[in-house]
């Protein structure tokens, strides 16, 4: 069984890299856990917050499709 793991961002904090690894590596060995990041929109001073984060969102759900 593959999990996969989609979230928004690029160049994760150490401690998230690690905290990952940790959970996968706990998970049991019938599990493969696959983590998708999703690279953030450029945000500016002037950025419409709500579109930009509906737009992550579509991406996201776009690599649900195509990882299902």
Not at 33 to 55: G, M
Request: hydrophobic residues 40%.
């Amino acid at each position: 069984m593959q999990i996969h793991l989609i979230a928004v961002g690029n160049r994760m904090p150490t401690w998230v890299e690690q905290g990952y690894e940790e959970f996968a590596r706990r998970m049991p060995p019938e599990c493969r856990l696959n983590l998708i990041e999703i690279p953030p929109v450029k945000r500016t001073k002037a950025a419409d917050i709500k579109r930009l984060v509906r737009q992550e969102g579509e991406r996201m759900l776009e690599a649900c499709l195509l990882y299902t």
